[in-house]
Nanobody, 120 residues
Framework: QVQLVESGGGSVQAGGSLRLSCAAS????????MGWFRQAPGKEREFVAA????????WYTDSVKGRFTISRDNPKNTVYLQMNSLRPDDTSLYYC?????????????WGQGTQVTVSS
């Protein structure tokens, strides 16, 4: 089992940047595919990005391609989400997730979330 704790959220103006971090404890995070989801008020939770165990494969939802970058530091058991060119519609609660499978789909573990607010 792995525990996930997000940090780095906050308030920023449109066009700004934030970097989210997710610290994993328990079993070594390199055993898991890692990712980020987000949920805005009144909307369904949506997939944002994911990264393979080794970090050599990444996946993104179309709306963040070219603006967000997911990365991981396995020795530090940490996953990052660099968010650039932020827009008001990026405002959401962002969750760090982990999947035991090499190709993500189940998302077995979830963090508590960190709030990102983008003002126009």
């Amino acid at each position: 089992q792995v525990q996930l704790v997000e940090s780095g959220g906050g308030s920023v103006q449109a066009g700004g940047s934030l970097r989210l971090s997710c610290a994993a404890s328990g079993r070594t995070s390199s055993r898991y595919t890692m990712g980020w989801f987000r949920q805005a008020p009144g909307k369904e939770r949506e997939f944002v990005a994911a990264i393979s165990r080794s970090g050599d494969t990444t996946w993104y939802t179309d709306s963040v391609k070219g603006r967000f970058t997911i990365s991981r530091d396995n020795p530090k058991n940490t996953v990052y989400l660099q968010m650039n060119s932020l827009r008001p519609d990026d405002t959401s609660l962002y969750y760090c997730v982990a999947d035991r499978a090499p190709v993500p789909g189940t998302w077995d573990y979830w963090g508590q979330g960190t709030q990102v607010t983008v003002s126009s």
